[in-house]
T-cell receptor
Framework: GDSVTQMEGPVTLSEEAFLTINCTYT??????LFWYVQYPGEGLQLLLKATKADDKGSNKGFEATYRKETTSFHLEKGSVQVSDSAVYFCAYYTGRRALTFGSGTRLQVQP | EAGVTQSPTHLIKTRGQQATLRCSPISGHTSVYWYQQALGLGLQFLLW???????NRGNFPPRFSGRQFPNYSSELNVNALELEDSALYLCASSWDSNQPQHFGDGTRLSIL
């Protein structure tokens, strides 16, 4: 069935390090893909999105490219900050507006 | 622009009781979605309402229900509460099928 697989966390990095969080999906067709971020005690915030193959979503220094051939949507940032510490969720529409989420990856950035 | 607002922030109930959670979508958004974020289970789709009608529901029992009002706000009702219903319930809204869902900060429901 449809699913999203994310790398397990926590991911612990030093400030200014390079970040990659892997995300792969199984789905038919060409689903829209999303990254959401959840800061402690808060709901989800949309970080970026891509709606078709080879689209690159970007926001706040984060980027992800929709790779149809590898069914992947990996999240990257060139230089993380302490304020980026949060849980990151990869997601896509499974149809009829239901979002399917990955299990989330906790990022801890140390000063 | 005000975001999605949910109330209450926290709700404490006992087993067997009923809980009502409320959500106001972003102005102009007509679709409302409910998700459950339970510890160890991740985020799971519960319900989708659009134009006052239930359009889709996830794999949850019938004691999870809700409605959408003419002003597009929504209620989620959970009857006969069980311990495993303890979770963060997130509401989201969107105005078009091609637009992403925007989430509120959630209601934390604790069952004692």
């Amino acid at each position: 069935g449809d699913s999203v697989t994310q790398m397990e966390g926590p991911v612990t990095l030093s400030e200014e390090a390079f970040l990659t969080i892997n995300c792969t999906y199984t789905a038919t067709g060409y689903p829209s893909l999303f990254w959401y971020v959840q800061y402690p005690g808060e709901g989800l915030q949309l970080l970026l999105k891509a709606t078709k193959a080879d689209d690159k979503g970007s926001n706040k220094g984060f980027e992800a490219t929709y790779r149809k051939e590898t069914t992947s949507f990996h999240l990257e940032k060139g230089s993380v900050q302490v304020s980026d510490s949060a849980v990151y969720f990869c997601a896509y529409y499974t149809g009829r507006r239901a979002l399917t989420f990955g299990s989330g990856t906790r990022l801890q950035v140390q000063p | 622009e005000a975001g999605v607002t949910q109330s209450p922030t926290h709700l404490i109930k006992t087993r067997g009781q009923q809980a009502t959670l409320r959500c106001s979508p972003i102005s102009g958004h007509t679709s409302v979605y409910w998700y459950q974020q339970a510890l160890g289970l991740g985020l799971q789709f519960l319900l989708w309402y659009d134009e006052g009608e239930e359009r889709n529901r996830g794999n949850f029992p019938p004691r999870f229900s809700g409605r959408q009002f003419p002003n597009y706000s929504s209620e989620l009702n959970v009857n006969a509460l069980e311990l495993e219903d303890s979770a963060l319930y997130l509401c989201a809204s969107s105005w078009d099928s091609n637009q992403p869902q925007h989430f509120g900060d959630g209601t934390r429901l604790s069952i004692l």
